[in-house]
């Protein structure tokens, strides 16, 4: 294992070697590596040749593949690769390079990824594959390609789930169609399930602006006017982030658009604060004051 007293050895090396200063003004041996991959392949040879390894981490165990993945950057992720860096290496949490470019949505990164043998099984921490990541955050593109890689769908769940578990497994099955998601219901798990923050299901999908998934948990039962432990509900997610279309389907199921949140504003004040014009004059259509 390389000692810090290595890494600052080897990064005082890298700089003599080194000369573009963006990439020499740094005693972080990670971000070296992960400039050095970005500035090119000269450059991060050099790095490496200087003995810094290519899979060197930061105090998180994040390595510069991992951090390129994030970021999406496509050259730096084929260059960090074609330098051997581990494409399945695990951060504290238990996140791959792959998990992290799903969460992303970087659709080119995750394809390259998978290519060079990521292994779109692999769990985190908190048991969610890259699939499961892609899915929560709406990224339909990015999770196409890692169903298509695994030739299956979103197993669904059996069994009664509660909390965040339940929560997020409601939107991963809402995501992947009506059949998911009531298998899963009738296995016990409620469709307005929370964890201890409040947040339902739906509130997730207004936030996030998943228009299909918002419809297809109000017609499987979930409550408009559920609130979280702000009081938000999801009328004013969705109107906070200016999604019109959302906002009426919340307010045809019943959402009330005069609910105020624990600092006493309600979803046509969010509108007008994030200055989402016809957001707000829809809501104002429906009665919102």
């Not at 019943?254 to 829809?282: C, F, I, Q, W, Y």
Request: hydrophobic share 45%.
């Amino acid at each position: 294992m390389m000692t810090n007293n290595d890494f600052f050895r080897t990064v005082a090396v890298s700089v003599m070697l080194l000369s573009a200063p963006a990439i020499a003004d740094t005693s972080d041996p990670q971000e070296v590596v992960y400039r050095a991959a970005a500035s090119g392949e000269a450059q991060l040879q050099q790095v490496i040749s200087s003995g810094i390894p290519v899979d060197v981490t930061d105090d998180d165990g994040e390595t510069a593949l991992m951090e390129a993945a994030d970021k999406g950057n496509v050259s730096a992720v084929q260059l960090l690769l074609q330098k051997g860096a581990q494409v399945n290496r695990r951060d504290e949490d238990g996140k791959t390079a792959l998990m992290m470019a799903a969460d992303e949505g970087h659709t080119a990164v995750v394809k390259l990824l998978l290519a060079a043998g990521a292994d779109a099984t692999l769990k985190d921490k908190d048991g969610e594959t890259a699939l499961m990541k892609a899915e929560e955050e709406n990224r339909a593109d990015t999770a196409g390609v890692l169903r298509s890689a695994a030739g299956t769908v979103s197993a669904p769940q059996t069994g009664a789930l509660t909390g965040k578990a339940g929560q997020k497994a409601v939107l991963r099955a809402a995501y992947a169609g009506e059949t998911q998601l009531r298998t899963l219901l009738e296995g016990g798990t409620s469709v307005d399930a929370a964890p201890a923050d409040g947040e339902t299901a739906l509130m997730e999908a207004a936030d996030k602006g998943n228009l299909e998934a918002v419809r297809l948990l109000l017609k499987c039962g979930a409550q408009a006017n559920a609130r979280d432990d702000e009081g938000k509900t999801a009328l004013m997610e969705a109107a906070s982030d200016g999604y019109t279309e959302i906002v009426r389907v919340l307010l045809a199921a019943g959402a009330d658009p005069n609910s105020r949140d624990e600092d006493g504003e309600t979803a046509l004040m969010k509108a007008v604060e994030d200055h989402h014009t016809e957001t707000a004059a829809v809501l104002r259509a429906a009665g919102a004051r």
